[in-house]
């Protein structure tokens, strides 16, 4: 039976609710208190399966060598395709319900299944580099027109090729890590010079991500009908802005400082073909793109998102944002296609950006930065008198993401954040 059927029950109980169904079988790096050593997991309802104790006694073989007790996927991801299917395969007879061996196996399991408050989950890859792409048109539009001119919001290319800059892979972090407010130039319009203070206008940056699953050599390019197959999986990403330090750096190069400080990750990798059952059309695209860019089929996820503030004042977080990801202009075959296309090589672990992902409607807005306005217009939490425009000390950013059907939900967890206050090396 596919890993994928609907049909499917594990002989853990999973709340209809959990977003990790048989269905689903998320990667992740996790330890715990007793074992501290950083090793393989899956996600199963309220459990994590050690795949390290499954590799030790021979259940899963996907090498000669040993992937599973390490403290990133890479090595896993770099054995390729077939070897992460035939893998999820495995590790889906192991939980099901009709069989024995796991299920019946009281040591295996007290050995291989981790309650899931017990682990501490870690960054799941080695992140070989990043990019960040800009591929929502609503999202680019509404920053052209907030900064541009609203009749001609997109710049020229936008509508041609996925915009992109490469950014800092040694500040990507994993859910939970704390985010310290960047210090940079500022220059506020009124003032003659730039100076020396704290980022006044922090935000997040709603985005998934994909990890790329293979190495590349370097004069060769993907081509856009080949490129899912180098993609192992998603994560959902906070690529937190420095709005005001953005302003004044990036002309003429793009940001810098302004993104830089950090970069959060979700810790599960959820598979490609897990995602395989959500897929839709994306957003027309007019003009047609050039001949290296043209795709058939449908290559967007039906992904829902939403964005959570919780205040260091109110426990209850609000629901700032609802959004999805199938409405992203540039797929992420045409992204690695482009990326490519100069000759660029890949490496096994980059991990590239979706850019914000927005809607049409103002709470589908990826950012406080549309969200507000630019500050405009204050966004009122559900206490029904904290406003926030940009993001203040002690504020906790999360972030969710799930695929609904009508069977199940493939969800990708969470990836959270919280404010901390700047150092000041002046």
Same mark, same amino acid.
């Given at each position: 039976m ?7 029950k ?9 977003d990790f169904p ?13 074992s501290p050593?950083?090793?393989v997991?899956?996600?199963i309802g309220?459990?994590?399966l050690?795949?390290?104790?499954l590799e ?7 090498s000669?060598q040993?992937?599973?007790n ?5 090595d896993?991801?770099?054995?390729g395709q077939?070897v992460?299917?035939s893998?999820?395969?495995q590790?889906?007879l192991l939980?099901?319900?009709?069989h024995?061996?796991? =299920? $019946?196996d ?6 291989? #299944?981790? !309650?899931?408050?017990e ?5 799941? +890859? ?11 048109k609503?999202?680019a ?12 919001a997109?710049?020229?290319n936008w509508?041609?090729?996925?915009v992109?800059?490469n950014?800092r ?13 960047p210090?940079?130039q500022?220059?506020p319009?009124?003032a003659?010079q730039?100076?020396?203070a704290a980022?006044a206008?922090?935000?997040f940056?709603?985005e ?11 004069g060769?390019?993907?081509s856009v009908n080949?490129?899912?197959?180098l ?11 420095a =709005? $005001? ?7 003429p #190069?793009? !940001?810098?400082?302004a993104?830089?400080?950090a970069?959060? +990750?979700?810790?599960?990798v959820?598979?490609?073909?897990a995602l395989?059952?959500?897929r839709?059309?994306g957003?027309k695209q007019e ?11 449908d290559?967007s996820f039906?992904?829902?998102l ?12 609000t629901?700032?944002c ?6 992203m202009?540039w797929?992420?075959a045409q ?6 296309i ?5 490496r096994?672990?980059?991990l ?6 927005s809607?049409t409607q ?5 950012s ?16 029904g ?5 940009f993001l ?9 993401g799930?695929c609904v059907?009508a069977?199940y ?8 954040g ?9």
């Amino acid at each position: 039976m596919h890993p994928n059927s609907p049909s499917l029950k594990s002989f853990l109980p999973v709340d209809p609710s959990s977003d990790f169904p048989i269905q689903n079988l998320p990667f992740g790096i996790f330890s715990t208190r007793q074992s501290p050593e950083c090793r393989v997991g899956v996600a199963i309802g309220e459990w994590v399966l050690d795949l390290s104790e499954l590799e030790k006694i021979g259940l899963l073989a996907p090498s000669s060598q040993s992937v599973f007790n390490k403290p990133a996927l890479n090595d896993f991801i770099a054995l390729g395709q077939s070897v992460w299917r035939s893998t999820r395969a495995q590790i889906s007879l192991l939980l099901r319900s009709d069989h024995p061996r796991l =299920r $019946d196996d009281e040591v295996l399991r007290a050995n291989a #299944l981790v !309650p899931m408050h017990e682990a501490l989950m870690h960054l799941p +890859i080695a992140v070989a580099g990043y990019t960040d792409f800009y591929s929502s048109k609503e999202h680019a539009t509404n920053v052209g027109s907030m900064f541009r001119d609203p009749a001609n919001a997109l710049l020229p290319n936008w509508l041609h090729l996925p915009v992109g800059y490469n950014g800092r892979a040694s500040s990507v972090v994993v859910s939970g890590t704390e985010i310290r407010r960047p210090m940079g130039q500022v220059k506020p319009p009124s003032a003659e010079q730039p100076q020396f203070a704290a980022c006044a206008k922090l935000d997040f940056e709603l985005e998934t991500a994909f990890i790329v699953g293979a190495n590349t050599a370097l004069g060769e390019s993907v081509s856009v009908n080949d490129a899912e197959e180098l993609i192992f999986g998603m994560v959902l990403l906070n690529d937190w802005s420095a =709005r $005001d330090i953005q302003q004044w750096e990036y002309v003429p #190069l793009g !940001p810098f400082n302004a993104k830089t400080f950090a970069t959060s +990750i979700s810790p599960w990798v959820v598979t490609m073909e897990a995602l395989e059952p959500f897929r839709v059309p994306g957003p027309k695209q007019e003009p047609e793109p050039l001949s290296y860019l043209r795709q058939n089929g449908d290559h967007s996820f039906d992904i829902r998102l939403a964005v959570e503030l919780q205040t260091a004042e109110n426990h209850q977080p609000t629901t700032i944002c609802n959004t999805n990801y199938r409405a992203m202009y540039w797929s992420m075959a045409q992204q690695l296609a482009h990326h490519t296309i100069s000759g660029c090589n890949l490496r096994v672990g980059d991990l590239m950006a979706s850019g914000t992902i927005s809607g049409t409607q103002p709470d589908s807005f990826g950012s406080l930065l549309e969200l507000s306005w630019n500050g405009q217009r204050p966004v009122t939490l559900s206490d029904g008198h904290t406003k926030r425009s940009f993001l203040e000390d002690g504020d906790v950013v999360t972030m969710r993401g799930a695929c609904v059907g009508a069977h199940y939900r493939c969800g990708f967890g969470a990836v959270s954040g919280r404010v901390i206050p700047a150092l000041n090396h002046a």
